[in-house]
């Protein structure tokens, strides 16, 4: 493991970083409902559950649905076309590893080690696919339930409909979570230290993207 030991310290301080980051959203979001982009998303989704169905304004609803059962759609294909990248990349690696290799100053250059960082990039874009597979999934049970009239089942009721809805942005969220984590993991295969620079740097790009606008400059700029 001594060998190892620049590239697995990089990869549980990215671990570690990006964790750490979501447990602080998460935290502050209990303090304040509004803190994050996503603590609004999903108050908005309830709002807009509730008027659709107590306006009836079922046109609307699946267009809204079908937009992002397309976006969700692209992005597990995405997922998908990136996997079979990286098992490429795996199976070329005794000519790649070298030339990726050449920035890295103080990381192993060992074939094993360029498999780990191949396999940590595919475990991450299959939790994108899944993620993304399974939004899709409660999109298509949204649109089934949200247009079932008010009362006429004890399971046609906004909250229960909202619920639907918001665990399918739960896990569209994750996906691209997912997404943005395999930028450090790509830039892994340069170095441990590109692994660590690319980490901060992503951590603090999500710290200014998840935090809902408070401010009319927050607004406008």
Avoid: C
């Avoid at 935290?27 to 659709?52: F, L």
């Avoid at 930028?183 to 935090?211: E, I």
Wanted: no cysteine; proline share 3%.
């Amino acid at each position: 493991m001594k060998t190892y030991a620049a590239d697995f310290s990089a990869l549980i301080f990215s671990i570690a970083a990006f964790a750490g980051y979501q447990i602080y959203v998460n935290r502050k979001g209990r303090g304040d409902p509004h803190y994050s982009i996503q603590q609004m998303i999903s108050a908005a989704r309830v709002a807009w559950v509730e008027t659709i169905m107590r306006e009836r304004r079922d046109i609307l609803a699946i267009q809204t649905l079908r937009n992002s059962i397309m976006a969700a759609t692209f992005l597990a294909s995405t997922g998908i076309l990136l996997i079979i990248g990286v098992l490429t990349l795996s199976e070329q690696g005794d000519k790649l590893s070298s030339a990726w290799h050449s920035l890295n100053f103080i990381g192993q250059v060992a074939q094993q080690i360029w498999l780990v960082k191949l396999l940590a990039m595919l475990l991450d874009l299959l939790v994108a696919f899944f993620s993304f597979a399974m939004a899709i999934r409660y999109f298509h049970h949204t649109g089934y339930l949200i247009n079932v009239p008010v009362g006429s089942q004890d399971f046609a009721q906004p909250h229960f409909v909202a619920a639907q809805l918001n665990r399918a942005g739960r896990f569209y969220s994750i996906g691209m979570r997912a997404y943005y984590l395999l930028v450090p993991l790509l830039f892994w295969l340069f170095g441990p230290h590109f692994l660590a620079m690319a980490t901060a740097l992503l951590v603090w790009v999500l710290y200014h993207l998840d935090r809902s606008p408070r401010r009319e400059s927050d607004l406008t700029g």
